[in-house]
């Protein structure tokens, strides 16, 4: 771990505590469409060496590497990083992950592409941290090389906002129930979540979230901040356009060329 890590957000106990490794496994059909997508629009060949900031347990590093692509991720969480090291060596596959904090690491090599996926971006209240992800990824890419961002689409979170949602789910252990209350602090431009987790042992656990806001075009803005050309914004891995209807916004951007 680097010694400028920073690990006192919510997010390191958020993961660390919580059984959340059960949210990332995906079904195979969604997890296809986004393999496809990814590869078609970072333009991914064989041996071509891709970053996954944020990778959680390896779910799209690993597929990714499958198809024959080189990977490097890297996690905060140290039981994510564990099952994603254990499944690319059962796979034997051509992946590296790395436990760190993704405000700081750098992969060794620079990448031919790179991914931060499924809102794993603007967890600190603070814009200049959340920045740095985007400064690392910049670093970590050749010229002219893609990235993609895939973050909430918060017109969409404000059209459908739930002040409160429940969803149920297995684990080998018995069925868990997440309870999910959600606020707006609009003056901070910040969604709040607390979540209760009620275990098959019995055992309630207490999570609060935060998520900076941030509307498309503050995307767009903070990508070309950091020299991105070509951004392209979708809708889902469908590549739809992006509209008040998309829950989520991916940002598709190349790093300049000089
Ligand atoms: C919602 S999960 C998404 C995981 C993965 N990208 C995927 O699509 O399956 C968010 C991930 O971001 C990681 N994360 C959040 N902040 C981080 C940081 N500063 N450094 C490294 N990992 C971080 C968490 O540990 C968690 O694995």
């Not at 400028?4 to 997010?11: I, L, M, V």
């Not at 990332?24 to 997508?37: G, I």
């Not at 992969?107 to 794993?120: E, V």
């Not at 707006?184 to 969604?191: A, F, I, S, V, Y």
């Amino acid at each position: 771990m680097n010694k400028e890590a920073k690990t006192d957000g919510w997010w390191q106990a958020f993961y660390d505590e919580t059984p959340f490794e059960l949210w990332l496994e995906r079904e195979q059909k969604e997890l296809d469409v986004t393999l496809d997508f990814l590869w078609q629009k970072l333009e991914l060949e064989p041996d071509k060496l891709l970053f996954d900031q944020c990778c959680g347990t390896g779910s799209l590093s690993l597929p990714l590497a499958a198809r024959g692509v080189r990977t490097i991720g890297v996690d905060l969480c140290q039981k994510f990083i564990a099952l994603a090291q254990k499944a690319a060596a059962d796979q034997a596959l051509d992946c590296r992950f790395y436990h760190d904090d993704a405000f700081v690491f750098l992969p060794p090599t620079k990448c031919d592409a790179a991914i931060n996926w499924w809102t794993s971006f603007g967890y600190d209240a603070d814009d200049s941290r959340n920045l740095l992800m985007l400064e690392r990824i910049k670093e970590a890419l050749k010229p002219g090389a893609y990235f993609a961002l895939d973050y909430p689409n918060v017109a969409h979170v404000f059209q459908n906002f739930k002040a409160k949602e429940e969803h149920q789910q297995n684990s080998p252990e018995g069925i868990i129930n997440v309870i999910r209350e959600t606020e707006l602090d609009l003056e901070r431009g910040l969604r709040k979540q607390r979540w209760t987790y009620h275990l098959p042992t019995g055992r309630t656990l207490l999570h609060q979230t935060s998520l900076r806001m941030y509307l498309p075009s503050t995307l767009k803005e903070m990508l070309k901040h950091y020299g991105f050309t070509d951004i392209k914004l979708f809708g889902d891995t469908e590549s739809s356009d992006l509209s008040l209807d998309s829950d989520r916004c991916i940002c598709l951007a190349r790093r300049a060329r000089s």
